[in-house]
């Protein structure tokens, strides 16, 4: 193993077609027209000396290293900013450029510190390296003038050197080690959008400064790292490297967090991870990161992490601390003793979004297999349940249509019920990109979310609507469209079934769905929506993205099918640039729903009735499957209040925390006989376990992560699991002693079973994964090297369907009692229930949950900014502070859910989507007040947790 | 390092100005000049108010008035001189005659009289190089100057 080094050619690949043969230092070589002189050195191998080119952001040309000689041209042109032309002979070594650049070394050199020795890039650093390559070897000038090096000069303070800033919680900026490359300031502005950083003053002031001479963490910096990672010296430099060390080895995995799978280096000293650096070739990222992924991986040895297996009697009886042989055999003995007490449906199992493909497969195995019943289901019940529904119904794939660098060819983004630069901000960056140079943008969300505003970015509308509203508002955008005749018939008539059509067209035309009409309800003027729809429909390359906001709804499903709708309509499907993107929440929801989690689906999305699928299965896995759906998550509660089901084995997933109506939930739970939590923390479901079993972190395991575009990245073990054993490990031992006989060594072997019985995955194998890096499924003898995009030549199931997308009301509805809407959603330190970024420094950003109110609410209310405020609904209230902003509208409050003292979904309700039982987190009335103090139920439930945590035979942690 | 300026008196006012003139073509630098002219100086507190207005970051706002040394972080003096600096005046005694105006002044480049009269500048080319060494008082230049064009200086910023 070594570390990865990756080639960075100096400037970003050109496009085009057009190929231009030249000739440098001797050699031919043909690149690309519009490439640079220095990157087509590269590519043949030749290293131009560089200091303020890196392939993340456009040349510059401002530190004259780089220049070359070019026969037939006059002087000494920057090879960074000179375009390659046919015929070109270049020289990169003469002894004028070797002078010219010895002494353009030299003058840096003079002001910057010699401290090599004990620098933390000492070992990764560009300047090191070029002072080397120039032949460096004296700089005449001396140290002693003018210099922002030392604190003191000549014994008097030196007032152009400053002190380093250490505001943020994971990188130093030293500017005393600058040499006003500008990398990070543009690395700032063209890879993350942020524009946080500027060369403040000019000449020998030049300074890079955060905001206006601010520290970072005061400032606009949204610590994704692209300046650290861009910086060629030590003057951004990550904490962990100063503390550690350079790392000597790096694996390419797939970060944990969000649906967007950055591929990440994990650059490794022996078994401890010195940093997470994006990877260039992350065919998702494209080398860049967010806060959380480049970052936030310390909750992986945080203390709170439980290492041991644990079992109790009762949830009233402290944790008592057992062998992993104790822990399985006592879990297979009581599910058996549940079975033949309660009957064989009495247990079940949840599957995480969090664990890998394999992971997920093996846990419904278990409980198809191993149960002998259906009971599985997932996270992505109270997420993207509609999704899969809707599309599925729509064009027959569950999934999105697209690749992320298909939105580098959009004409117009329609947003909808997504924050992308907080929930998915590594996409977020790459649509901001696109918006800068001059793709148009349509956000439909009842809060004024960054993207509507942010700095070089506007949309073109932003349709405030209330919330669960949407399929009215979309239904009225069909109507505009329908109604102005700018649908694409030619699309429809090809593509999809025209009766169907004109059965929906005739539906939206209706006067009632026109936006004049809507308007009356949604609060959307109407306007508003025609100019949206039109710029929609006739804009070009339409692309839609959407998130949490149009699944969480009792019409989520609906809501859903009016995006398909909307999109055949218009003819953008099918080809780059265009298409239906759901933003997953999860780093592997779309992985835990392709690998059959539903109760109702076998892996691939096949129906547990058919009995072609089942045979698959049952030849593979020698057991007769239960052909009838099993328990969805509310049904499995249900159905343990009434005493019928009694055991749970639940993998990663924090229910009590992330499913609706809290208070349901645990008394659920409490009325089961054996709650099996497999996690890394005590997590608030734990509070009602019997059995604990500590799980593995992704840097523990090997594996593979579905992301949002479908795309199965490996997830690469890079240490041991500190509990022992990997997930995939305990499920099989968990198997193993409940009689079933599996004998996987590797996860290789899980996923070739895969491929083996889900003809989606049929061409998916580890070595193939090594060879492509990644691939999209599906990814079959039709598709050998995967699908970047859906539907090019028709639809998964035929003809594109169009469905009636009828708007029902909510029956969660604002009254005297309740007159506020409340919504919810994320912030981007904070990754959803918060279990793991909540242990991590990113909390310096986000320490608590605030609820959002309009001045306008607030002032009626008596409430001030920062005030504690008792928030209410009909299933419960919770308290937390104030955020007076006009973000939301009158009427709305939103808050985050990220914080378990909180309790966000103590507020939510049980009502559900009509069609998949996924939660209406969105949308709950609920009543503000002035507060005091937490809640009798906060209070009761901190008490709760105090006392489920206790772990016989160790101090309760002193607070 | 924190450079925030509490308070609101310029926000508004600024408001204004940005307002009559962020349809040019390039907002920014007219918008710059006018509160340079407004106020005398550049408020900190105004750096936002641009940037929101614009729908540029705080930082980009910050980057342009620092780089331009005429945007002042703080109120001039009555009069601003400026002396020429640049190669031309240097070789025909522009250092002589910052010496002599900074012992008839009592301070030194980038200050101000404690009366509040004068605030000395450093220019670099006033493009008089004909008549070096050059001066600029407000917006009146000097050509050639020597010890009895300094006294007429002094006496019109002491008036």
Redesign the interface.
């Known amino acids: 193993m070594s570390l990865i080094h990756e080639i960075d050619y100096g400037t970003p690949a050109s496009r085009s077609e057009a190929q231009v043969t030249l000739t440098i230092d001797g050699r031919e070589v043909t690149v690309p027209a519009g490439t640079s002189i220095m990157r087509a050195s590269m590519e043949a191998g030749i290293q131009v000396p560089k200091l303020c080119a890196t392939d993340m952001v456009d040349a510059f040309g401002s530190c004259r290293l780089c220049l070359v000689e070019v026969d037939g041209r006059n002087g000494t042109p920057s090879s960074c900013t000179t375009p390659v032309a046919p015929g070109l002979v270049v020289h990169t070594q003469t002894e004028r450029l070797k002078q010219i650049r010895k002494g353009v070394m030299e003058l840096y050199i003079s002001d910057h510190p010699l401290d090599c020795l004990t620098c933390a890039a000492n070992g990764d650093c560009e300047l090191q390296d070029m002072a080397g390559a120039v032949g460096l070897r004296d700089v005449r000038y001396g140290y002693e003038g003018d210099n922002h090096v030392k604190a003191r000069n000549n014994g008097e303070i030196n007032v152009k050197w400053m002190p380093k800033d250490e505001s943020n919680p994971y990188f130093t900026y030293d500017p005393s080690k600058c040499i006003v490359c500008s990398r990070c300031v543009r690395a700032c502005e063209e890879v993350q959008g942020t524009f946080a950083l500027t060369i403040e003053g000019r000449g020998f002031d030049s300074r890079v400064s955060p905001g206006m001479h601010e520290h970072f963490l005061e400032s606009e910096c949204v610590s994704c790292g692209a300046c650290v990672q861009a910086c060629p010296t030590a003057t951004l430099t990550e904490k962990s490297v100063i503390a550690i060390g350079q790392p000597e080895h790096s694996a390419v995995t797939t970060c944990a967090y969000c649906g967007v799978g950055c591929s990440f280096k994990a650059e490794m000293r022996g078994e401890e991870l010195v940093r997470m650096v994006p990877y260039k070739d992350g065919q998702a990222n494209r080398g860049h990161s967010c806060v959380k992924g480049r970052f936030a991986y310390g909750y992986a040895n945080h203390k709170d992490r439980i290492l041991n297996p644990m079992v109790r009697e009762k949830i009233t009886d402290p944790w008592r601390e057992v062998t992993w042989e104790e822990a399985f055999a006592h879990v297979a003995s009581e599910f058996k003793r549940l079975q033949y007490q309660y009957g064989r449906d009495s247990i079940g199992g949840i599957t995480s979004s969090r664990c890998t493909n394999e992971e997920t497969f093996l846990v419904q195995k278990l409980i198809r297999a191993g149960f002998g019943n259906n009971n599985v289901d997932t996270c992505a019940r109270v997420c993207h349940s509609p999704t899969g529904y809707g599309l599925g119904q729509a064009f027959g794939t569950s999934a999105g249509t697209q690749n992320f660098d298909s939105v580098e060819h959009s004409d117009v983004v329609v947003v909808i019920g997504a924050n992308p630069t907080d929930g998915h901000p590594v996409f977020g960056s790459r649509l901001k990109k696109r918006l800068r140079q001059g793709a148009k943008l349509i956000v439909i969300d009842p809060r004024r979310i960054d993207l509507v505003k942010t700095p070089h970015v506007e949309a073109a509308y932003h349709l405030p609507l209330k919330p669960g509203t949407n399929v009215a508002v979309l239904t009225a955008l069909a109507h505009v469209i329908v109604t102005e005749g700018i649908f694409d018939e030619a699309f429809i008539r090809e593509r999809c079934d025209w009766s169907e059509f004109q059965d929906w067209a005739a539906f939206v035309a209706e006067p009632q769905h026109s936006p004049e009409e809507t308007e009356k309800f949604t609060g959307v003027p109407a306007e508003l929506i025609r100019g949206a729809a039109r710029l929609y429909a006739q804009g070009g390359n339409g692309a839609i993205y959407y998130g949490l906001g149009v699944t969480e709804h009792s019409q989520g499903s609906t809501t859903v099918m009016a995006i398909a709708n909307l999109a055949m309509a218009t003819g953008n499907i099918g080809r780059p640039g265009v298409g239906v993107n759901p933003l997953r929440g999860q780093n592997n929801v779309q992985g835990s729903c392709d690998m059959g989690s539903f109760p109702h689906e076998l892996p691939g999305y096949r129906h547990i009735s058919d009995d072609a699928t089942r045979d698959t299965f049952e030849k593979m896995w020698g057991v007769t499957l239960n052909n009838e759906p099993g328990l969805r998550i509310p049904n499995m509660l249900d159905a343990a209040v009434e005493g019928t089901f009694k055991g749970i084995y639940i993998q990663g997933e924090d229910i009590l925390q992330s499913d609706p109506d809290t208070k349901h939930v645990s008394a659920g739970l409490a009325a089961m006989e054996c709650v099996v939590v497999h996690d890394l923390f005590l997590n608030e479901t734990a509070n009602y376990a019997h059995v604990f079993l500590p799980g593995s972190t992704f840097l523990e395991k090997d594996g593979t992560f579905t992301n949002a575009e479908r795309r199965i990245n490996r997830v690469r073990k890079v240490m041991s699991p500190k509990n022992g054993y990997a997930d995939w490990e305990v499920t099989q031992k968990l198997a193993q002693a409940m009689g079933l006989n599996w004998t996987y060594t590797h996860p290789s072997q899980i996923m070739d079973e895969i491929a083996a019985t889900t003809p989606s995955f049929a061409g998916v194998s580890y070595d193939y994964l090594e060879t492509m890096g990644s691939v999209q499924w599906p990814c079959n003898e039709k598709y050998p090297v995967g699908s970047p995009i859906m539907h090019v030549d028709g639809f998964v199931r035929g003809k594109g369907k169009f469905i009636r997308t009828e708007y029902v009301a909510t029956d969660e509805r604002t009254g005297p009692r309740f007159p506020l809407l409340l919504t919810t959603g994320r912030i981007l330190s904070q990754y959803n229930v918060g279990a793991q970024t909540r242990r991590t420094e990113n909390v310096v950003w986000h320490d608590e949950d605030r609820l959002e109110i309009h001045p306008h609410d607030a002032e009626q209310r008596g409430i001030k900014d920062g005030d504690w405020i008792r928030l209410a609904s009909r299933a419960g209230d919770t308290t937390l502070r104030a955020l007076i902003t006009d973000r939301v509208a009158p009427g709305v409050v939103y808050t985050t859910f990220h914080h378990p003292d909180t309790q966000a979904n103590v507020i939510t309700t049980d009502f559900s989507d009509w069609a998949t039982n996924c939660p209406e987190y969105k949308v709950t009335a609920v009543q503000v007040s002035p507060s005091n103090g937490p809640t009798e139920w906060q209070q009761d439930y901190e008490e709760l947790t105090r006392r489920a945590r206790r772990i016989a035979g160790k101090m309760e942690a002193a607070e | 390092?924190?450079?925030?300026v509490a308070g609101g008196i310029y926000a508004e006012r600024a408001l204004s100005i940005i307002r009559e003139r962020k349809h040019l073509e390039g907002p920014m630098l007219p918008i710059l000049h006018a509160m340079q002219h407004e106020f005398g100086f550049i408020p900190?507190e105004v750096?936002?108010v641009i940037?929101d207005e614009l729908?540029?970051?705080?930082?980009?706002?910050?980057?342009v008035v620092?780089?331009y040394?005429d945007f002042r972080d703080a109120p001039a003096g009555r009069h601003t001189l400026k002396l020429c600096r640049a190669e031309a005046c240097q070789s025909m005694g522009a250092d002589a005659v910052a010496n002599r105006l900074r012992q008839l002044l009592g301070i030194d480049f980038h200050q101000t009289t404690l009366d509040g009269a004068v605030t000395l500048e450093p220019v670099y080319c006033l493009g008089l190089c004909a008549c070096a060494p050059a001066a600029m008082l407000d917006d009146e230049v000097y050509g050639r100057v020597d010890e009895d064009c300094l006294a007429e200086i002094v006496a019109e910023v002491r008036r």
């Open positions: 390092m924190n450079v925030h900190e750096k936002p940037a729908n540029l970051s705080r930082a980009e706002v910050h980057g620092t780089f040394h």
